[in-house]
Nanobody
Framework: VQLQAYGGGLVQAGGSLRLSCAAS????????MGWFRQAPGKEREFVAA????????YYADSVKGRFTISRDNAKNTVYLQMNSLKPEDTAVYYC??????????????????WGQGTQVTVSS
């Protein structure tokens, strides 16, 4: 199983980025797919999640209204569209898959598979 995350980079405050997570190696129909992030010196925190089947979503309060998570079943890819970025969004972003978990209950302890991180840096 592989989750390949990409799309990070350097952007000015107020800008946008789209992260992608390409999933392979198994069927993810019963999985919640999510994004987490970890800033230097801080714990990894939940950002957003989407059910592979059905498409229900859930967001952390800190990103609600600015970030949108979606999935493309045909491409086996999950996206995180990030708009109105703030310096406090700077972190390494990780995609993740958790079996049989509701999106609003997804946390790092539930994750079965992690992708490698992709750095997002927002300058002020």
């Amino acid at each position: 199983v592989q989750l390949q995350a990409y799309g990070g980079g350097l952007v000015q405050a107020g800008g946008s980025l789209r992260l992608s997570c390409a999933a392979s190696g198994r069927t993810f129909s019963s999985y919640a797919m999510g994004w987490f992030r970890q800033a230097p010196g801080k714990e990894r925190e939940f950002v957003a999640a989407v059910m592979w089947s059905g498409g229900s979503t859930y967001y952390a309060d800190s990103v609600k209204g600015r970030f949108t998570i979606s999935r493309d079943n045909a491409k086996n890819t999950v996206y995180l569209q990030m708009n109105s970025l703030k310096p406090e969004d700077t972190a390494v972003y990780y995609c993740a898959a958790a079996y049989g978990v509701e999106v609003r209950r997804m946390n790092s302890y539930d994750v079965d598979y992690w992708g490698q991180g992709t750095q997002v840096t927002v300058s002020s």
